[in-house]
């Protein structure tokens, strides 16, 4: 029975172990496709202003739609961001609440700035489009994007997926801090499960305000 207890105790910690290395491993993509439909990935973001934020997240986007889990260490959701274009959710699965705001909203309360679904893209693609308005980039010997500025905010590219401009590792800050995101694996127009961007929690869910939802985050109430 000892032996047994051991056993199955080991064979869990050993299946932790492959869910953290399976969303830790680094992945190249081995090709950019010149039309991006959809990406999705897994990267890990740390965030120093008023507050200090540490998480890894799985991140899909597909045309107008966007959804980043916010996990634990073990990989479950802790909250989700949901963006239908211009609307966007906070959500607590666990808890059955949502907050509604502006893409832009969503994004300063996440990051700490503004940023809508088109900047988002762009930032996780290294795909600027030309159609963006008040950015300023910054490129190296061979025009490739390797920074850029809009306002108070600068991103800066440490270092690039091989052979490609999709970032790794973009570092930025803003008036009130800083941060680095980490990408550690993309994959481009992979086939998008049906429902994967559902709005069955307005039916189901209790809307809150953003005090509460960040309260219930921060405590875990």
């Given amino acids: 029975m000892l032996k047994l207890n ?9 299946l932790i172990f492959l869910i953290i ?27 120093k202003n008023s507050n200090i934020l540490k998480s890894k997240i799985a991140f899909l986007f597909f045309g107008e739609y966007g959804k980043i889990n916010i996990l634990t260490p073990f990989g479950t959701t802790k909250a989700q961001i949901l963006i239908f274009s211009d609307i966007s959710y906070l959500t607590i699965p666990e808890k059955k609440v949502y907050w509604e705001g502006s893409t832009e909203e969503i994004m300063k309360v996440f990051l700490g700035f503004d940023l809508d679904l088109v900047e988002i893209k762009a930032l996780l693609t290294g795909k600027w489009g030309k159609n963006l308005k008040g950015w300023e980039f910054f490129r190296d010997k061979d025009n490739k994007i390797i920074g850029g500025r809009k306002e108070n905010i600068i991103f800066k590219i440490k270092e690039f997926f091989r052979d490609t401009v999709v970032p790794k590792i973009i570092n930025f800050s803003y008036a009130e801090g800083y941060g ?27 809307k809150k305000t953003l005090d509460e939802i960040m309260e219930m985050l921060e405590n875990g109430n």
């Fill in 6 to 14: 051991f056993l199955k105790k080991n064979l869990f910690i050993f």
């Fill in 180 to 206: 680095k995101i980490k990408i550690l694996k993309i994959k481009f127009n992979q086939p998008v499960k049906p429902g994967a961007f559902s709005q069955f929690f307005l039916e189901h869910y209790e």
């Fill in 21 to 47: 290395f399976n969303q830790n491993c680094h992945y190249t993509p081995q090709t950019v496709p010149s039309l991006i439909e959809s990406f999705e990935g897994y990267a890990r973001i740390n965030i």
